[in-house]
């Protein structure tokens, strides 16, 4: 079970971080990613990270603004989200897979946590 939080509104250029907290052990070959979905529109890849690696792949909007980092002792997941763009705004959604490539799609991710909201503001 994935329980994501940090989620709020913010202006244009402001920072904001998620946190995704894994109940149960995360496999060692496993990858946590974020994605995200705008009103109307399609669940988009963010960033994800290899569990055992620390691996990171992110998507081309959100590179050199955010990153993701884990704590192997909290079980967490984190996504930095840094000079936010009113673009971002979108629901965040934390997934897991049990497998070690760090896909991009969406339903390659069979666990997810609930959304949690960013607004950036103009």
């Known amino acids: 079970q994935l329980q994501a939080s940090g989620g709020g509104l913010v202006q244009a250029g402001d920072s904001l971080r998620l946190s995704c907290a894994a109940s149960?052990?995360?496999?060692?070959?496993?990858?946590m990613a974020w994605f995200r979905q705008a009103p109307g529109k399609e669940r988009n890849f963010v960033a994800g990270i290899s569990w055992s690696s620390a691996s990171t792949v992110y998507g081309d909007s959100v590179k050199g603004r955010f990153t993701i980092s884990r704590d192997e002792a909290k079980n967490t997941v984190d996504l930095q989200m840094n000079n936010l763009k009113p673009e971002d705004t979108a629901v965040y959604y934390c997934a897991a897979r049990n497998y070690v490539v760090i896909n991009t799609t969406p339903n390659s991710y069979p666990y997810w946590g609930q959304g949690s909201q960013v607004t950036v503001s103009s």
């Open positions: 149960g052990r995360i496999s060692s070959s496993g990858v």
